[in-house]
């Protein structure tokens, strides 16, 4: 199985905050990489696909990088409605796996 | 603007089998241009991806449930379904089913349902 790290496990900001979290593979994944933003009570919804390609209506604010191993989803700066929990996926191998997910909180 | 919604038993004894069904609602499960998978969530855990369906009928699924786990798609019913067998308290989670597009070069998740919440307990 890939393994995916992520870190910070959690995190306090404030509005208006650049937030910077990383995702780090067990083997190269080359770009096969997405993040995905959950909030309380809802599903996942995804935020950037293929390392670095943002889905359709997820604000520009959102940008990710990394290619390999290492990974970044960076909030450039931070509203209210991003303090959520974000998690990485890959999807290089046929047994998709997920990172534990970084919970970002209010300062 | 296509949907999913879950569906199932909310309580599921231990040793029984899970069924879940997967709704889809504004397209359709048998459009080669996408397949589907199940994801679960158990409290306090991280998301771990449990399977997929392709149109074809052909599927894949996580080792760790490879022996317990059937994911098959119901055209005239526009369903997917989940069944678990020999459910343990380790199977109580949130249930997610999504859509990936299957003509795209990386593959991701990019519609997901609202999830369905399984508690297994006598």
């Known amino acids: 199985d890939i393994q995916m790290t992520q870190s910070p496990s959690s995190l306090s900001a404030s509005v208006g905050d650049r937030v910077t979290i990383t995702c780090r593979a067990s083997?190269?994944?080359?770009?096969?990489l997405n993040w995905y933003q959950q909030k309380p009570g809802k599903a996942p919804q995804l935020l950037i696909y293929?390392?670095?390609s943002l889905q359709n209506g997820v604000p520009s604010r959102f940008s990710g990088s990394g290619s390999g191993t290492d990974f970044t989803l960076t909030i450039s700066s931070l509203q209210r409605e991003d303090f959520a929990t974000y998690y990485c996926?890959?999807?290089?191998?046929?047994?998709?796996?997920f990172g534990l997910g970084t919970k970002v909180e209010i300062k | 603007q296509v949907q999913l919604q879950e569906s199932g038993p909310g309580l599921v004894k231990p040793s029984q089998t899970l069924s879940l069904t997967c709704t889809v609602s504004?397209?359709?499960?048998?459009?080669?241009?996408?397949?589907w998978s199940w994801i679960r969530h158990p409290a306090g855990k991280g998301l771990e991806w449990i399977g997929r369906?392709?149109?074809?009928?052909?599927?894949n699924y996580n080792p760790s449930l490879k022996s317990r786990v059937t994911i098959s798609l119901d055209t005239s019913k526009n369903q997917i379904s989940l069944k678990l067998t020999s459910v343990t308290a380790a199977d109580t989670a949130v249930y997610y089913c999504?859509?990936?597009?299957?003509?795209?070069?990386?593959?991701?998740?990019?519609?997901w349902g609202e999830g369905t919440t399984v508690t297994v307990s006598s």
């Open positions: 999504a859509r990936t597009p299957g003509s795209q070069y990386y593959d991701y998740m990019d519609v």
């Open positions: 996926q890959q999807s290089y191998s046929t047994l998709w796996t």
């Open positions: 504004g397209g359709s499960v048998n459009s080669g241009s996408y397949y």
């Open positions: 293929a390392a670095s």
């Open positions: 369906i392709y149109t074809r009928g052909n599927s």
């Open positions: 083997q190269s994944i080359n770009s096969y």
